[in-house]
Structures are given as C-alpha cells and as structure tokens.
Nanobody
Framework: QVQLVESGGGLVRAGDPLRLSCAAS????????MGWFRQVPGKEREFVAKISSGAALIYYADYVKGRFTISRDNAKNTVYLQMNSLKPKDTAVYYC?????????????WGQGTQVTVSS
C-alpha cells in the first residue's frame, strides 16, 4: 500500500508560479511511476504530467508543456509539479497518482487532491 499526500495548492494570480508536492509513504513508493492529474467540477479528470520511477522518462500534456515541470526526489519519496505562467483555466483540483508502469499507465493509488485557483 502507498499513501499519497499532496500539498502546495492555493490561490494565485494569473502569471504567478506555484509548486505542488506529493509525499509518498509506504512500501516501495519510489518504485512507482508518478503522475499529476487535475479535475474541475463537471468534467473528467485529465492527465497533466508523469515521470518514471528513475526520472529518466517524462511526459506532459500539450496544454502544460513549456509551463509545468514534473520532478521527483526518491530520497525524500516526493514528487513535485512546478507550475509557471499559470492561467485561470489551470484552476482545478490537482491529484497525485502512482502507477506500476510509465508507458501503460494504470493508476494504482491516488492522493486526496489539492485545490489550485488562478485568478485573472
């Protein structure tokens, strides 16, 4: 079992940066590929970014590419999402997720989510 706890959400202005963190606890947390997803009310949860267990592979959704950066520190069992040049449409609840595989992603564990609100 792996527990994921997100933090770092909040209210920011358009153009501001924000960094989210996801702390993983439990057995073999660092062996999972990790990802970030987001969801707004009434819409499906959508993919944002993912990183392989050793951080060699990274992939972004087109709508965040060039603005968001995913990284991980396996010594701290923590994954980060650095979000720059935030836009109001980035407003959502952001979820951390863990998958056994990077390529064929199947979320095995979810965090509880952290709210990000971007004002115009």
């Amino acid at each position: 079992q792996v527990q994921l706890v997100e933090s770092g959400g909040g209210l920011v202005r358009a153009g501001d940066p924000l960094r989210l963190s996801c702390a993983a606890s439990g057995r073999t947390g660092s062996s999972y590929a990790m990802g970030w997803f987001r969801q707004v009310p009434g819409k499906e949860r959508e993919f944002v970014a993912k990183i392989s267990s050793g951080a060699a592979l990274i992939y972004y959704a087109d709508y965040v590419k060039g603005r968001f950066t995913i990284s991980r520190d396996n010594a701290k069992n923590t994954v980060y999402l650095q979000m720059n040049s935030l836009k109001p449409k980035d407003t959502a609840v952001y979820y951390c997720a863990a998958s056994l595989l990077f390529g064929t992603w199947t979320t095995k564990f979810w965090g509880q989510g952290t709210q990000v609100t971007v004002s115009s």
